[in-house]
């Protein structure tokens, strides 16, 4: 959860009365805060606090310890509510994740937001995109990561050897933007289709999401799922195609 790993709460926080994990990421789908569960869990423990001082009055060791767990639950709710950052993964097999995610970095740019994209082993595309995506800059800077134009399945051992370590050039500088806040938003394009071929971990991805601060906003794309970062994501939302007419070409 967004702040669990900052502060030390009570286990009586985070157990969900009849709530199951499945709610938990349904909950995570439909509002911006995935703190929704725990929120409600430390409105509930306010509660019973204030009725444990009311009863028990302003003396004794459980008033006392009743008053500073109620201090301790405004804090938090507090700080949930002040907390600015912001993570949202475009993920599944279906066209549009790329596009998605750049269109919230392009509302942001238009805003007056300083928004870094990152693409990693994307596909040469037809039609100019990368050009057009040039045209973006300054408000939208782009960055590639990718030294060959083949697939990476198709390239040789040391081609590959040579393209992860660009690869990791490049989740080193998407740290180093995260970390110095050189950016507002940013975007890491196909960075979640590199799980399945072993390049990048969960591990690492989670180690930017650690990295994101106050007031950042990070988009992570990609046909994997990594279901795993989902409790420390604020949003997922996977795209997928239901139809697809046949082609008439041989």
Known sequence: ?????????????????????????????????????LGEN??????????????????????????????????????????????????????????????????AAAEGKEVVLIQFLKEQQSGGSQEFFKRLEPEVKLFRFQRFAANYENLTESEKEDEIHNIKNG???????????????????????????GIVTIEELRGLIDAVGDGTELY????SECRELWPYVDEVTELSTSYRAESDKA
Request: net charge positive; proline share 1%; aromatic share 6%.
């Open 1 to 37: 959860m967004g702040f669990a790993k900052r502060i030390c709460i009570p286990k009586l926080l985070v157990i969900g009365h009849g709530v199951n994990s499945n709610a938990k990421y349904a909950c995570s789908r439909n509002v911006r805060n995935n703190n929704c569960i």
């Open 220 to 223: 992570l794309t990609g046909t």
């Open 171 to 197: 989740l080193n500088f998407a740290k180093k933007v995260l970390v110095t806040e050189e950016a507002d938003v940013l975007i890491l394009d196909e960075i979640l289709g590199l799980t399945d071929k």
């Open 42 to 107: 430390i409105v509930i423990l306010w509660s019973i606090c204030k009725y444990m001082i009311h009863r028990r009055g302003r003396c004794g060791r459980r008033a006392a310890l009743a008053e500073g767990v109620q201090s301790l639950a405004v804090e938090v709710m507090r700080w949930m509510t002040m907390s600015g950052r912001y993570i949202h993964i475009f993920c599944g097999t279906g066209v549009g994740k790329t596009s998605a995610a750049l269109g919230k970095g392009v509302r």
